[in-house]
Every structure is written in C-alpha cells, then in structure tokens.
C-alpha cells in the first residue's frame, strides 16, 4: 500500500495560480501512475490528470489542457499539479492517487488502489 499526504490547497482568486503536492509513503515502488482527481459535492469523482511515474509522460482532461501541469521529482516520491488561470468552475476537493495494478484506463476512479485525503481549492470570480 502507498499512502498519500496532499497540500496546498486554498483559496485563490479566478485567473490565479496554485500549487498542489501529494508525497508518497510506503511501497512507492510499486506505483505505476499517478493521478489527479476533483470533486464537488453531489458529483462524481473526476479526472484531472495522470503521469506514468517511470517516464514522465502526463495525460490530461480537456477541461484543464493548457492550464494545469502534472509533474513528479522522483527522488521526493512527489507529484505536484501546478494550476494556472484557475476558473471558479475548478473549485473542488482534489484528491490525488496511485495506481499500483497498471491494467484499467488512466481516466478512471477505480484503476487506482490508494487515495490521498483531499485538499480543498476554492477559486472566487
């Protein structure tokens, strides 16, 4: 099992900038991709952004190409999201995540095995 700590989170205003950390603990050697997910109350976990951990290639949602970057420092066991002209509809709680099984779709809640608290993101207009 990989446990997740996410940080900085916080309130930024539409057309500002954000960055958000998960460090990893544990069997960190075992992860295949890291992910990035946001929620809303009443809504389903959505996909942000993912990164294959041994080559750095990142994929993103349409939503947020062009705008937020998925990176990782290898020797931190950390991947960051760097959030850019962040709009009010980006306000969520954003969850980052391993995937350890590497056999589901990059995009998808349930390819990945462990799961960080959350950290919130408020963007005001």
């Known amino acids: 099992q990989v446990q997740l700590v996410e940080s900085g989170g916080g309130l930024v205003q539409a057309g500002g900038s954000l960055r958000l950390s998960c460090a990893a603990s544990g069997r960190t050697f075992s992860s295949y991709r890291m992910g990035w997910f946001r929620q809303t109350p009443g809504k389903e976990r959505e996909f942000v952004a993912s990164i294959t951990w041994s080559t750095g290639i990142p994929y993103y949602a349409d939503s947020v190409k062009g705008r937020f970057t998925i990176s990782r420092v290898m020797a931190k066991n950390t991947v960051y999201l760097q959030m850019n002209s962040v709009k009010p509809e980006d306000t969520a709680v954003y969850y980052c995540?391993?995937?350890?099984?590497?056999?589901?779709?990059?995009?998808?809640?349930?390819?990945?095995?462990?799961w960080g608290q959350g950290t919130q993101v408020t963007v005001s207009s």
């Open positions: 995540a391993v995937d350890r099984r590497r056999g589901g779709s990059r995009d998808a809640p349930s390819s990945y095995d462990d």
